[in-house]
């Protein structure tokens, strides 16, 4: 057909007519002049959703991006490296790595108003980047909820008028368990406290096991011996993974727009708590040697934090899960996606560094109550949840009432995290359906298969032995290699594929002047070389996995665990190769053929549309996103 003819036919396709571009006027047809998504996407594509106010976006990435992570995690880097020497490589990971793909993701989202698979149409040769996310996401959704599932059972547990894990009097207790010990106690070899459980002797002591540990691992979990030993489900357990899951649909299946309103909650009341739990830690016996011992610098380990500074980033930030691309997606076009990059890193790192007061003003108090260093009673992950808090608070006058509010805080931190993930994960699904396959309940169908498929998964997660399989997925499905990979990737292929001049010229074209070059720099150079650096480090430095440092993992669990990583590692190279033998044509051929479909509008036929569209190219046209679906629409009945 001649070129009259494909735009012609191109013009009945459309749904808004190619009339309603009046000369002169600078307005594309759809664009919603108060900023809305476009409504003329092509045939067969529904309108897409927008956020109803900005605030909704900022507080959906604060409630994601704010978890566990930043209120455990960091505190615990912390007191491992040194304490305040930790800020050091921190702060310069963070504006190196943290930032730049922060807003990279937001801005990729906003700009092709896609999730996390057809936002790589910028360069199609790469799509396996954005089903790479889907997997890790997906993995990170399926675990991630256990915390809540355990915090939700130590909720209930907290409404009694004694803390079951603040006695020995319990059927789940051993002969060796000892509610309290001083250290000054043990003296002259032999033990005297009260509070004892039958006569024990200073030697007798390194058996000894204290009530909350107990609590933990013989109610709670109730483990066995190993990975290969699933033994009975914890039906008490499951029925509070089964409430947890319920709710997250319900927050979850009427899209943004519900989604947007919950988070004000559950993003905001967290903090409310965190500041009732400081005010009360601060004033607690030993409360200033904990926090000094979180900020006192010591530098003799400024050499050895780099690595855990840059995982921590990677892992807070949470940097290539594709969850961020999708919130980003449902912007206004020319929302000022640079600056929300900048706020959101604030909050994130502010939070962290918050949290840290919180969390050692209670060690403090616990390790003055045991007379021990605040070195020996400060633990890492599930650990410090479930088991350093939890005692501390059974230490405390009203021992319940802040039990009830630190699990509470715990349950919304979480929650909001995993309803914005599994937002993410729908939303790259749903993506992937063109207009003709539209059903009036396909979101709630589709987000009511992806709760029942991941509950059915975290059933091993419930028994026995579930702690072990819990421990694999955190360990390889969404760890520090998986989320390096994804970001070094995303970085090449933005910046060296697509081309960074061209991405920045696209940024530009949405908020309305150009981010300042760093951006740029380090998308190319330093990004990418900080994530090949940790994650060649994490290679070499590999250890076989353990359990609390006992247990060690046979080797078939070693390979689930890599099986788990490398579902979504190759992803990338496998949809590559696979791109690349099946195209016609040398490779040179098929080079040209995906810049030409990355976006950057080299096709004759797409330039003459983006002028029928836009009259004025001085003009910023609020519907972008609506103009490359149409070049996709153009590209494929002409070449195709």
Not at 160 to 166: E, G, I, M, Q, Y
Not at 395 to 417: E, I, K, Q, R
Not at 478 to 507: H, K, N, P
């Amino acid at each position: 057909k001649t070129k009259l003819e494909k735009l012609k036919t191109l013009k009945l396709l459309l749904l808004v007519p190619l009339t309603a571009v009046v000369a002169g006027s600078g307005v594309c047809p759809g664009a919603d002049k108060k900023g809305g998504v476009a409504t003329g996407a092509g045939p067969g594509y529904q309108e897409r959703e927008t956020w109803t106010r900005q605030m909704d976006f900022i507080m959906s990435c604060v409630g994601f991006a704010v978890g566990l992570g930043n209120v455990w995690r960091f505190p615990y880097l912390c007191y491992k490296n040194g304490g305040g020497v930790f800020l050091i490589p921190y702060l310069l990971i963070v504006f190196v790595g943290g930032i730049p793909i922060f807003f990279l993701e937001i801005a990729l989202g906003q700009f092709m108003k896609a999730g996390s698979i057809n936002v790589w149409n910028i360069a199609p040769l790469f799509k396996g980047l954005g089903y790479a996310s889907m997997v890790i996401v997906f993995f990170c959704n399926t675990y991630y909820i256990m915390v809540l599932a355990w915090g939700f059972y130590y909720l209930i547990k907290s409404f009694n008028a004694t803390l079951p894990w603040s006695t020995c009097n319990n059927e789940w207790n051993t002969p060796s368990c000892i509610e309290i010990f001083h250290q000054q106690d043990c003296s002259n070899g032999s033990l005297s406290n009260a509070t004892v459980t039958g006569n024990m002797t200073c030697a007798e002591l390194e058996d000894a096991r204290s009530p909350i540990i107990e609590f933990w691992e013989n109610k709670v979990l109730n483990i066995s011996s190993g990975l290969d030993e699933a033994g009975q489900v914890n039906w008490e357990l499951t029925l509070c993974l089964m409430a947890v899951w319920v709710l997250v649909y319900f927050c979850v299946w009427k899209g943004v727009k519900s989604t947007g309103k919950i988070v004000y909650f559950t993003a905001t009341f967290p903090y409310v708590v965190l500041i009732i739990l400081l005010v009360r830690g601060v004033t607690l016996p030993g409360a200033y040697n904990g926090i000094m011992y979180y900020i006192k610098p010591d530098w003799s380990k400024l050499q050895e934090v780099w690595i855990d500074a840059g995982t921590q980033i990677f892992f807070s930030y949470a940097i290539g899960l594709g969850a961020l691309t999708a919130l980003g997606s449902y912007n206004r076009f020319n929302n000022d996606c640079y600056k929300d990059a900048f706020i959101l890193a604030l909050i994130n790192s502010g939070t962290s560094f918050f949290s840290g007061f919180v969390v050692f003003s209670i060690l403090g108090f616990m390790a003055a109550e045991q007379g021990v260093d605040v070195s020996q009673v400060a633990e890492s992950g599930p650990g410090l949840a479930f088991i350093a808090y939890p005692k501390a608070v059974s230490l405390m006058p009203v021992a319940p009432l802040w039990a009830a509010l630190f699990f509470f805080m715990l349950l919304l931190l979480g929650l909001d995290s995993q309803f914005v993930g599994v937002e993410g994960f729908i939303t790259g699904i749903l993506d992937l359906f063109p207009g003709k396959y539209q059903h009036r309940y396909k979101r709630e169908i589709a987000v009511a298969l992806c709760c029942l498929l991941c509950f059915i998964i975290d059933l091993s997660m419930v028994t026995q032995g579930g702690m072990y399989v819990f421990q694999l997925f955190d360990y390889y499905s969404a760890s520090g290699m998986t989320l390096l990979w994804q970001a070094l990737w995303e970085c090449i292929v933005v910046a060296w594929v697509y081309g960074a001049d061209r991405f920045m010229d696209d940024v530009a074209r949405m908020i309305g002047y150009r981010p300042f070059p760093w951006m740029k720099w380090c998308w190319s150079f330093l990004t990418p070389c900080l994530c090949m650096g940790i994650f060649l480090f994490h290679l070499v430095n590999y250890k076989q996995l353990t359990y609390n440092n006992v247990y060690v993992y046979p080797w078939w669990g070693e390979v689930i665990g890599w099986c788990l990583a490398l579902s979504s590692m190759l992803c990338i190279p496998v949809s590559l190769l696979y791109k690349l033998f099946r195209a016609k044509g040398t490779l040179r051929e098929v080079s040209a053929h995906t810049q030409t479909h990355g976006g950057e509008d080299v096709n004759s036929d797409t330039k003459v549309l983006r002028q029928l569209l836009c009259p004025s190219e001085t003009v910023r046209c609020e519907g972008g996103s609506q103009l490359l679906e149409l070049n996709q629409v153009l590209d494929y009945h002409t070449l195709h």
